[in-house]
């Protein structure tokens, strides 16, 4: 637990740094945490599927080199698109790499490089330095909420083969975790027109979202046969160990400010 307190002492100044920062601060370190988890994603799989990681590491240069010069939502659709022809192509001359290797190298692109990318996306939008920090907020709340609600009412198994400790109870104490959140988020900026009907709504199904991250993520590292992603944070593992649920939450906030807010 010391450990743990210890890192996130040293990491919640930096994340605040580059979130409150914006611009090309935030680009700067969205593009340093996108890195890291490229290699943890990679490293995870190389003992069951080799990712074509070559592929997958010059996309994300081209991405990088395009985010700091242009729109990059203008070009992400091709990127994809070409980095799935090229990682379909690939097995069919090298017999190091399947079918399977083609499919998981293009997942990583869109689940870490086009995920995170978002978060830019959505500090350039009006007010964006203060809705982003509802993804953050939807995901922390919901994972503080169901720790202690499964610690103190805590009985029936929410899905014990992929991660025995986690609690029907919990899952709900998140959910209504992650409303209470953005309701005091509310209180704080009253300027912007979000309704609590809106909150609640959002609330509940970025929570629900945010903890199938949580359990994806247990699920493939108990596939591939590690504990943890990374170490880069003592106590908590790597970057994907603590942006699991971020990055599934990010969408869903993007595409309601894009939809509902403008």
Same mark, same amino acid.
């Given at each position: ?5 210890? #890192? ?13 920062? @914006? ?70 001359? #090298? ?41 953050f907020i939807i995901a922390w709340c919901c994972d503080t909420f169901a720790y202690f609600t499964g610690m103190a009412f805590g009985k ?6 992929? #991660? ?5 109870? @919990?899952?709900i104490g998140g959910i209504l975790g992650s409303i209470i959140g953005l309701f005091i988020w509310k209180y704080f900026n009253r300027t ?32 591939? @046969? ?18 699991? #649920? ?17």
């Amino acid at each position: 637990m010391k450990t743990r307190i210890i #890192s996130a002492i040293v990491a919640i100044p930096l994340l605040l740094f580059f979130v409150i920062s @914006g611009g090309t601060i935030l680009k700067l370190g969205v593009g340093i945490v996108t890195a890291i988890a490229l290699y943890e994603y990679i490293n995870a799989y190389k003992s069951k599927f080799p990712i074509i990681s070559f592929l997958l590491i010059a996309f994300f240069i081209i991405n990088q080199l395009i985010m700091f010069t242009s729109d990059i939502s203008q070009y992400n659709l091709i990127l994809i698109y070409l980095l799935f022809l090229l990682s379909m192509a690939y097995p069919i001359f #090298s017999k190091k790499y399947t079918v399977i290797s083609s499919a998981l190298t293009v997942i990583g692109y869109i689940y870490i490089v086009s995920f995170f990318n978002l978060l830019v996306k959505i500090d350039q939008f009006n007010n964006g330095h203060r809705l982003i920090w509802i993804v953050f907020i939807i995901a922390w709340c919901c994972d503080t909420f169901a720790y202690f609600t499964g610690m103190a009412f805590g009985k029936r198994k929410l899905c014990p083969e992929v #991660s025995p400790k986690k609690t029907i109870e @919990g899952s709900i104490g998140g959910i209504l975790g992650s409303i209470i959140g953005l309701f005091i988020w509310k209180y704080f900026n009253r300027t912007i027109d979000v309704t609590y009907i809106e909150l609640i709504i959002l609330g509940a199904f970025g929570a629900i979202v945010s903890q199938i991250g949580d359990l994806s993520a247990s699920l493939i590292k108990r596939y591939v @046969g590690i504990k943890d992603y990374g170490n880069i944070m003592p106590g908590h593992g790597g970057i994907l160990d603590r942006f699991d #649920s971020i990055l599934y939450v990010i969408p869903i906030v993007y595409y309601y400010i894009a939809f509902f807010l403008g």
